[in-house]
C-alpha cells in the first residue's frame, strides 16, 4: 500500500544545531508540504513544492529550508535550531490539481 | 489575517446527536474546501470535500455545507459517535490557482459523550 513515512517520530536537539527531518511518500504524487503545527493553532505551512527541483516558501518559512530531488523526498532543514521551532511536524502530499492532502503520522521536535 | 476561522475551539455532544462544526473563510478566491479528522498523535485524514459550484456534499454520516454568499461552511456529523472525538479541522484552497495548497483553521476538538 502505498504511504507516506517521517522520520524521526521524535527528536530532541539543542539550540543552534542544524536539524534534518526526512519526509518519504509512494504515492508518487507531485505535490508535497511541510506544516508545523502549534498548542492554540492549526497547521501553518513552512515550504510546499510541485515537482522535482520546485519549492516555494510558505506562511512561516523563516529558519527551514528544503529541497526537492526526486518525487518521493522532501527533507525539512531547520539551519540552526531555536527554541521557537519546538514543534510537531507534519509532512503532506497530493496529486496535482487535488485539493485532498495526505499526511505523514508526525514528528515531535523539541528544541532545549 | 487569518483567511480560514474557526471560532469554537471545542464543542461536546451527546452519542446519536448531531454534531455540528463551523467554518469561517475571508478570501472570496477559494474554491475548494475540505475537513480533515485527526487523532492524537497522528496525522490529519483527510474527511470530506466540497466545492464552490456546490452547496452540499454527503458521505455516509458526514455532510459539508457551504454557503459562498457568507463564506461560511460547516460539517454535519449524524448521528455521532464516540470515535467521532478528534480534532477537526477545516482548509480551504484555490485549486485550480494554486494545484492543491490548502489554508487550514485552528481546529474544533469535538468530544463524543457515550
Known amino acids: 500500500d502505498a504511504e507516506i513515512t517521517q522520520s524521526p517520530r521524535h527528536k530532541i536537539t539543542e539550540t543552534g544545531r542544524q536539524v534534518t527531518l526526512a519526509c518519504h511518500q509512494t504515492w508518487n504524487h507531485n505535490n508535497m508540504f511541510w506544516y508545523r503545527q502549534d498548542l492554540g493553532h492549526g497547521l501553518r505551512l513552512i515550504h510546499y513544492s510541485y515537482g522535482v527541483q520546485d519549492t516555494n516558501k510558505g506562511e512561516v518559512s523563516d529558519g527551514y529550508s528544503v529541497s526537492r530531488s526526486n518525487t518521493e523526498d522532501l527533507p525539512l532543514t531547520l539551519e540552526s535550531a531555536a527554541s521557537s521551532q519546538t514543534s510537531v511536524y507534519f509532512c503532506?502530499?497530493?496529486?496535482?490539481?487535488?485539493?485532498?492532502?495526505?499526511f505523514g503520522p508526525g514528528t515531535r521536535l523539541t528544541v532545549t | 489575517d487569518q483567511q480560514v476561522k474557526q471560532n469554537s475551539p471545542s464543542l461536546s455532544v451527546q452519542e446519536g446527536r448531531i454534531s455540528i462544526l463551523n467554518c469561517d473563510y475571508t478570501?472570496?478566491?477559494?474554491?475548494?474546501f475540505l475537513w480533515y479528522k485527526k487523532y492524537p498523535a497522528e496525522g490529519p485524514t483527510f474527511l470530506i470535500s466540497i466545492s464552490s459550484i456546490k452547496d452540499k456534499n454527503e458521505d455516509g454520516r458526514f455532510t459539508v455545507f457551504l454557503n459562498k454568499s457568507a463564506k461560511h461552511l460547516s460539517l454535519h456529523i449524524v448521528p455521532s459517535q464516540p470515535g467521532d472525538s478528534a480534532v477537526y479541522f477545516c482548509a480551504a484552497s484555490q485549486l485550480w490557482t494554486n494545484a492543491g495548497k490548502s489554508t487550514f483553521g485552528d481546529g474544533t476538538t469535538l468530544t463524543v459523550k457515550p
Open positions: 478570501n472570496s478566491m477559494f474554491d475548494y
Open positions: 503532506a502530499s497530493s496529486e496535482f490539481w487535488k485539493g485532498e492532502q495526505y
